[in-house]
């Protein structure tokens, strides 16, 4: 069975740091795409960003450009995203995907939030 | 890349059939016949529904149908039941820099 859980979400202060982590497990992970997609309360999915499968290549959303950082360890089938400089515009629960042109399978998502 | 556009809310009754439009532009949806779609129930997690354009993953119900003309693709959801009711979102492959683009969702109420 496919498995995404995410982790590493909490409150943060503006300006500040935090890496979300998604552990996979029940396919070969390095086999596989995955993106980070994210959804602000009460709003909609959000694309934020997606690295192949064996993490050379990378793409961003223009509204996390710069301060965020797609990685993966393939030896312990986890997905990161290293969050910088973040904004009171980035709080909402992040999701991992997998897949190329679409996503087949969500993880259930890790909130972040940030405020002072 | 502007997201994709979505009707905020339809409704329907028991056993009827509803559809949920999509617009997107033709460097998205109108490009590429690479439209998805989700269902979200509240509090969880987004389920595919539909990929490209109009597959159907194993174990969705065959009442659900996609298709698209022009820039516009189309989520049909047939003999509606009370667990459809949810909020349905549509993606778009959009290129090389900007991976999916998604719909602004639209909240399905069953009557």
């Known amino acids: 069975e496919v498995q995404l859980v995410e982790s590493g979400g909490g409150l943060v202060q503006p300006g500040g740091s935090l890496r979300l982590s998604c552990a996979a497990s029940g396919f070969t992970f390095s086999s596989y795409w995955m993106h980070w997609v994210r959804q602000a309360p009460g709003k909609g999915l959000v694309w934020v960003s997606r690295?192949?499968?064996?993490?050379?290549?990378?793409?961003?959303a223009d509204s996390v450009k710069g301060r965020f950082t797609i990685s993966r360890d393939n030896a312990k089938n986890t997905l990161y995203l290293q969050m910088n400089s973040l904004r009171a515009e980035d709080t909402a629960v992040y999701y991992c995907?997998?897949?190329?042109?679409?996503?087949?399978?969500f993880g259930k998502g890790t909130l972040v939030t940030v405020s002072s | 890349q502007s997201a994709l556009t979505q009707p905020a809310s339809v409704s329907g009754s028991p056993g009827q059939s509803i559809t949920i439009s999509c617009t997107g532009t033709?460097?998205?949806?109108?490009?590429?016949?690479?439209v998805s779609w989700y269902q979200q129930h509240p509090g969880k997690a987004p389920k595919l529904m539909i990929y490209e354009g109009s597959k159907r993953p194993s174990g969705v119900s065959n009442r659900f149908s996609g298709s698209k003309s022009g820039n516009t693709a189309s989520l049909t959801i047939s003999g509606l039941q009370a667990e459809d009711e949810a909020d349905y979102y549509c993606?778009?492959?959009?290129?090389?820099?900007?991976?999916?683009?998604f719909g602004g969702g639209t909240k399905l109420t069953v009557l």
């Open positions: 993606c778009s492959y959009a290129g090389s820099s900007t991976y999916w683009v």
């Open positions: 033709s460097s998205d949806v109108g490009s590429y016949n690479l």
């Open positions: 690295i192949n499968s064996d993490g050379s290549s990378t793409s961003y």
């Open positions: 995907a997998r897949g190329v042109t679409y996503g087949d399978y």
